[in-house]
């Protein structure tokens, strides 16, 4: 009973390194988000998908790429990491408009 | 503009009941929501009310909603050990209704 998955859970990076975060999900949802978790300031939305082969931007995207090739699968790409984007990361999936969102564990992320 | 606040920290006595506010700034709200997160895990939906209720039960949770005030608040009695968590409101918008803008968080300390 998966639900979403993260991979990796941690991650420190140096100024200026590349990676990519993945998001999994088994519930057949139709609706992906990343958001990141900064302390005080709540969750904010990244980007989002409403279908395969879709994404949209959110509130604070800069620095940061998605892909939604496969229905099940959200990647969130750093293509130059910078050290304000430190942070906890949260996937998460929903079936629909207006309806639950299910979240993975998060994936702590250090920008050295 | 979209803003959702919260009070950042409560602190109760276990057995006593536990009351968490959250205001929200745009009137085209439909859902507004209540998560949970737990320390290291990801967010859970709590309960959710539509915006023409004013108040929804589940178990120990109360949600009450003041449309003219744009307050909600999350009312849990006998609050327990367990409860202790960061509560997070929500809200979705009628013209977005496929993303969340979620408050910063009330970290909710339950002291036996």
């Known amino acids: 009973n998966a639900g979403v998955t993260q991979t990796p859970k941690f991650r420190v990076l140096k100024t200026g390194q590349s990676m990519t975060l993945l998001c999994a999900q088994d519930?057949?949802?139709?609706?992906m988000y990343w958001y990141r978790q900064d302390p005080g300031m709540g969750l904010r939305l990244i980007h989002y998908?409403?279908?395969?082969?879709?994404?949209a931007k959110g509130e604070v995207p800069d620095g940061y790429n998605v892909s939604r090739l496969k229905k099940q699968n959200f990647l969130l790409g750093l293509e130059s990491a910078a050290p304000s984007q430190t942070s906890v990361y949260f996937c998460?999936?929903?079936?629909?408009?207006?309806?639950?969102?299910?979240f993975g564990e998060g994936s702590r992320l250090t920008v050295l | 503009g979209e803003d959702v606040e919260q009070s950042l920290f409560l602190s109760v006595r276990e057995g006593d009941s536990s009351v968490i506010n959250c205001t929200y700034t745009d009137s085209s709200s439909t859902y507004l929501y209540w998560y949970k997160q737990e320390p290291g895990a990801g967010l859970q939906l709590l309960t959710y009310?539509?915006?023409?209720?004013d108040m929804k039960q589940d178990q120990r949770l109360t949600v009450l909603l003041n449309k003219k005030d744009k307050h909600l608040s999350l009312r849990i009695a006998d609050t327990q050990t367990g409860d202790s968590a960061i509560y997070f409101c929500a809200e979705t918008l009628m013209d977005s209704s496929y993303k969340l803008i979620f408050g910063s968080g009330t970290r909710l300390l339950v002291r036996p």
């Open positions: 998460a999936s929903s079936p629909g408009r207006a309806g639950e969102l299910f």
């Open positions: 009310i539509f915006s023409n209720m």
């Open positions: 519930m057949n949802h139709e609706y």
């Open positions: 998908s409403v279908g395969e082969g879709t994404t």
